[in-house]
């Protein structure tokens, strides 16, 4: 005997999979007693009342959150419900029953000849909720390819250390004494021991589907203590506590001592976590601590490095601690205004030697197109490598430098000249390096009559440069699109009159035309538009902030990093400090925008720049920055950034695209410009899913 009709609950209405939960809404109305049916790709079916639905929507707090799941297919909200179907012929009642009971949500799909023709329903007794995507009301979207429940609590993470006889120690209290070894012990636990050092790190990260257990390396660093113990392992559950980490440590002095303690998951940096004690000699504060970093929860979707450099300043110096296929620690004895003068050289090169560069008929070569004779790209290589090579050399082998940076120095070229494209991973605060202009070439080899191109290290390899901040907002590298990719475009329109070219207005016609392809545009001109969006009194959901304007910088004497300057159109301009003011980092910005600033001609860019702009706008919550080394002829950014749009929004990785489109300037147009170019953001970041895969100009 089939499946009786009496049993079937027939008020339901059956949805294609990539209907959205809005188009869904807008048919039906605001029926409470309908019932959602869904077939998926899979030949299974999901059911769920739409009150339910609603529920879970009405709880999101954030505006983003609740866009997102109104835009999101009901194949993807409804995916873990999934199950089998059973024909209302072909088994009893009381044999469907007992499917029933093993269906997520209890309501079995019926069909009559591959058509849903009803519901068999759980008894009114028994109360079913959706469970796990549609159960918590703190529902929250992550920015990837599925939609997962909230993070579980917060676990702690404990930092104690102890006597040699295993007894705990109050640095707090008792100073530690100098030449004593001691140990110094990490765990992740759900509640904070009392004992522990300190009271707010927390291990924030978020399990996967299926995933028991996550791996995490701890390195401890310190010039002031010897460390005795090699990097340790800890795994933590998704329910419990881990096992701990022990380090023997012992101060090598009187007075103020710092350990960093560096959290890392598959070669990937994520934190770090300072601790400051008093050896017994010294008056003050006997122990502080502060964290730097990333939030414990983005090693739910970093991926794997070939090397990673953590740079801490130290006061005097700077701390480089190197992880991934080898491990590695030393002080390079470099001050930061040294660097800055370094660095400021470099820049100086680049824009006097190649970006003005001029030919026999005293042209500038480098303005006047993409292409670049062959006699010029010489010179250009000559001048870079030069500069490239010094820089290094200065970094790692300048007459203070002790064995220790030479051999770190040894190890990144070694490891660059290989055949392996590497993934190298930079996490520093005051490091503003130009990493991809470095050329490795041996000392003994360096030639200036004969330049080998693949020697510059950001032509031959992924380059990501991380700021470390204090609160870094955004925990993964996925864009999340499915509710329609949201661009900001702010340009100088004064640049089209100096220029006598219709640059800009050719980026607008860029723009429009993916506006016609789905992406929304968002187009500000005038210094007050910008402002207004950073203010953030009406949510500014940009996911990408992109520039084409002017950008000046201020030497310490002219200011420093709060002087510098974003100008527009009308000349107006727009200074860090009164973005710091006015658009305080007090309000975070909702799209966790990519910010990619275009500085073209008439710019002047040192080192302040983004010493100043980008920690301000990743305390606005955006992802990272991208920018350019020195100012970059009109032409040539325009090119680049309409090649890096085509591949990012067709969904590609950032370090990728970097990588592959130097190589192609260079290989196909002599041009060595896409150098300028730096990543202040993970080098994994994309679009999900991809929102056109040509460029709409082409369509």
């Known amino acids: 005997m089939p499946i009786a009709d009496s049993a079937l609950n027939r008020n339901c209405r059956v949805f294609d999979e990539r209907t959205t939960l809005q188009q869904v809404l807008d048919q039906v109305g605001v029926t409470e007693e309908v019932y959602v049916v869904v077939r998926l790709a899979s030949g299974q079916y999901a059911a769920v009342p739409l009150s339910e639905l609603k529920e879970t929507l009405d709880g999101l707090q954030r505006l983003q959150d609740k866009t997102l799941m109104l835009n999101a297919a009901l194949g993807d909200l409804l995916a873990p419900l999934a199950a089998d179907a059973v024909e209302q012929a072909s088994v009893k009642t009381w044999q469907a029953e007992s499917l029933r009971r093993g269906v997520p949500g209890g309501r079995l799909v019926v069909l009559a000849d591959g058509q849903v023709v009803g519901l068999l329903m ?37 930092v104690q250390i102890r006597d040699r006889d295993g007894n705990p120690h ?51 660093a310190s010039e002031d203590f010897d460390i005795l113990t090699g990097p340790q392992e800890i795994t933590v559950p998704r329910t419990g506590g881990s096992n701990r980490a022990r380090f023997d440590i012992r101060p090598k002095a009187e007075g103020p001592g710092v350990i960093n303690a560096l959290f890392f998951k598959a070669g990937n940096f994520i934190q770090v976590l300072t601790l400051k004690f008093t050896v017994v000699g010294e008056d003050g504060k006997l122990f502080s601590e502060a964290r730097l970093g990333r939030a414990m929860d983005v090693a739910f979707a970093v991926q794997p490095r070939s090397v990673s450099l953590t740079i801490l300043y130290t006061g005097s110096a700077f701390q480089l601690i190197m992880t991934g296929a080898v491990g590695a620690t030393a002080v390079l004895p470099i001050t930061r205004e040294y660097l800055a003068h370094k660095i400021a050289e470099v820049r100086q090169v680049l824009q006097d030697e190649v970006i003005y560069m001029r030919d026999s008929n005293r042209a500038l070569v480098y303005q006047a197109g993409i292409d670049i004779p062959p006699q010029a790209n010489e010179l250009a290589l000559r001048r870079l490598a030069d500069v490239g090579y010094g820089l290094f050399y200065d970094v790692f082998y300048g007459p203070d430098a002790d064995a220790q940076a030479n051999h770190l120095g040894d190890k990144l070229r070694e490891m660059a000249r290989g055949e392996e494209t590497l993934k190298i991973q930079i996490f520093s605060q005051h490091f503003m390096l130009p990493w991809g202009l470095l050329y490795m070439a041996d000392e003994d080899e360096y030639d200036p009559d004969s330049i080998n191109p693949e020697l510059f290290l950001g032509l031959r390899h992924i380059i990501e440069h991380i700021p470390l901040q204090p609160s870094m907002h955004v925990t993964d590298n996925k864009i999340d699109s499915r509710a329609g990719l949201v661009v900001g475009v702010n340009v100088n329109t004064d640049i089209d009159e100096q220029m006598g070219a219709p640059l800009v207005a050719e980026q ?28 953030n009194t009406q949510p500014t959901t940009d996911q990408i902030l992109y520039f084409y304007c002017h950008a000046v910088s201020k030497d310490l004497a002219e200011g420093g990093p709060d002087a510098s300057v974003l100008v527009l159109s009308g000349h107006e301009r727009l200074t860090l400090k009164e973005l710091k003011r006015f658009a305080s980092t007090r309000k975070i910005l909702p799209g966790e925008p990519l910010v990619y600033i275009n500085a073209c001609e008439s710019a002047e860019l040192s080192p302040l720049f983004y010493d100043g702009f980008v920690p301000y706008f990743m305390a606005k919550g955006a992802r990272g920055v991208i920018g350019t080394e020195c100012e970059t002829p009109a032409l040539f950014a325009i090119e680049w950034s309409r090649h890096f749009f085509d591949r990012f929004l067709a969904g ?25 170019y730096a990543l202040y953001v993970d080098g994994d970041t994309r679009i999900v899913p991809a929102v056109c895969h040509l460029s709409p100009l082409a369509l």
């Open 122 to 158: 759980p008894p009114r007794r028994e109360t079913v909720r959706s469970s796990p995507p549609l159960q918590a009301k703190g529902f929250a979207l992550s920015a990837g390819d599925e939609m997962q429940p909230e993070a579980e609590p917060a676990k702690k993470i404990n």
């Open 652 to 676: 590609e990785p950032l370090g990728r695209i970097f990588l592959d489109l130097r190589r192609k300037f260079y290989y196909e147009h002599n041009n060595l410009l896409g150098l300028l």
């Open 508 to 535: 607008l016609s860029y723009w429009e035309a993916y506006q016609r392809s789905g992406v929304r545009v968002v187009q500000r001109e005038t210094a007050d538009e910008l402002k207004d969006a950073l203010r």
């Open 170 to 220: 109050d640095p707090e209290t008792k100073p530690i004494q100098v030449s004593r070894i001691y140990e110094l012990v990490f765990d992740v636990a759900d509640e904070l021991s009392i004992t522990s050092l300190v009271s707010e790190a927390f291990f924030k990260y978020k399990f996967k589907s299926g995933e028991q257990e996550v791996t995490i390396t701890i390195r401890l």
